[in-house]
């Protein structure tokens, strides 16, 4: 079964600072899609960046950014000049295809806090 | 394009009684999920559904839990009777049928069972 990991609880960052969330993975398939999902206290999760895994190349959505790791199974999200709003709860989640469907796990979440 | 919507935003009920909440998803979007967050976790699946038909109910408390999607449109998933473990945030979302489509998210329904 897949599982997905996120070992921060809590992280904080300075306004204007880069700060780095991490996410491991576990999987045996090969074919599969990576998220990051932003949710505020509003509640509504946001889609903030994906990755397929089939690409090598690093995705990168203005100030957010991932570094995919395939092999060691990492997606780690960073985000580059915090701003205020970013403060919110960040969800790593997994998806791949199993049965016709599209199945999705998500991470515990990591709850970020920028400073000012 | 409108988002998904969900009702009520907030329910404060008592342990044994009923609730229900309603989902309409964005429009031309087979797949429907139901989610639950508990306090300071992830959110876990309960129901999936890919037009009105259910595809994943393996997480589902069907002693005490069901939902419909009728004309695989609107959804609502019901709690009958309740339990203080159901204080949770229920989340609906929905998504195109394909690899490529995210999941786009409510702003869910926070849930006190006292």
């Known amino acids: 079964a897949q599982t997905v990991t996120q070992s921060q609880p809590e992280m904080s960052v300075q306004e204007a600072e880069t700060v780095t969330l991490s996410c491991t993975y576990d999987t045996s398939e090969s074919n599969y899609y990576l998220f990051w999902y932003k949710q505020p206290p509003s509640r509504q999760m946001i889609l903030v960046i994906r990755q397929e895994a089939y690409k090598q190349q690093n995705a990168t959505e203005n100030r957010f950014s991932v570094n995919f790791q395939k092999a ?12 205020l709003g970013d403060t919110a709860m960040y969800f790593c989640a997994f998806m791949n295809r199993m049965g016709g469907t599209y199945k999705y796990i998500f991470g ?9 | ?39 300071g976790q992830g959110p876990k699946l309960l129901i999936q559904f890919q037009n009105n038909g259910v ?10 839990f069901s939902a419909e999607r009728l004309k695989g449109v609107d959804s609502t998933l019901k709690i009958q009777p309740a339990k203080l473990e159901d204080s949770a945030v229920y989340l609906c979302a929905s998504s195109l049928v ?4 995210p ?4 702003n869910g329904t926070r849930l006190t069972v006292t």
């Open chain 1, 72 to 83: 060691a199974k990492s997606f780690s999200l960073k985000i580059s000049d915090s701003q």
């Open chain 1, 108 to 116: 515990t979440g990591t709850r970020l806090k920028v400073l000012a």
């Open chain 2, 1 to 39: 394009e409108a988002g998904v919507a969900q009702s009520p935003r907030y329910k404060i009920i008592e342990k044994r009684q009923s609730v229900a909440f309603w989902c309409n998803p964005i429009s031309g979007h087979a797949t429907l999920y139901w989610y639950q967050q508990i306090l």
């Open chain 2, 55 to 64: 595809v994943d109910d393996s997480q589902l408390p069907k002693d005490r």
């Open chain 2, 98 to 101: 394909g690899s490529n489509s």
């Open chain 2, 103 to 106: 999941l786009h998210f409510g």
